[in-house]
């Protein structure tokens, strides 16, 4: 599927942001390889540190759906930003566990713009599993 396309989506999944805290609804969706999309939006909630994001929602949503690392292709995420909208700290540290280390992370804004780099690039040095050990 074409990132266009993609972005089209996760658009579609922006529309289902709560976000009437921030006024910042940010849509992300998951390609998997048997080419089923899973969408998630950003869920706010009163009790600010609760609030949850577009990518992680859509992560979990793959994941609740059977979906694991090695059945996903892509992830493709938008915003209304100056320039394409990046993944937080804490989605980026949950994507370098849930999502394949070389897959294309398509970072959008709403005029278009389009950033494509791997969780290796966004979060080098990463903590994982394997420190515990
Ligand atoms: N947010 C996301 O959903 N994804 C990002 O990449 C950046 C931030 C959400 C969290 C919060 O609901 C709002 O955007 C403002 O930070």
Redesign the pocket.
Known sequence: METKQLIELAKEARKL?Y?P??N???G?VILTKDGKIFKG????NASYPL???????ALYNAYMNGYKKEDLVSLT?V?DTDTP????GA?RQVISELFPKNAPINMANMKGEVLTMTIEELLPLSFSGEDLK
Do not use: G, K, Q, W
Not at 41 to 44: G, L, M, R
Not at 51 to 57: F, I, K
Not at 85 to 88: E, F, G, I, K
């Open positions: 942001s976000s805290y921030s910042f609804a940010v992300a939006s950003n869920i706010e609030c949850m994001c577009a990518e992680r929602n995420l915003a909208c990046t993944p937080c989605c």
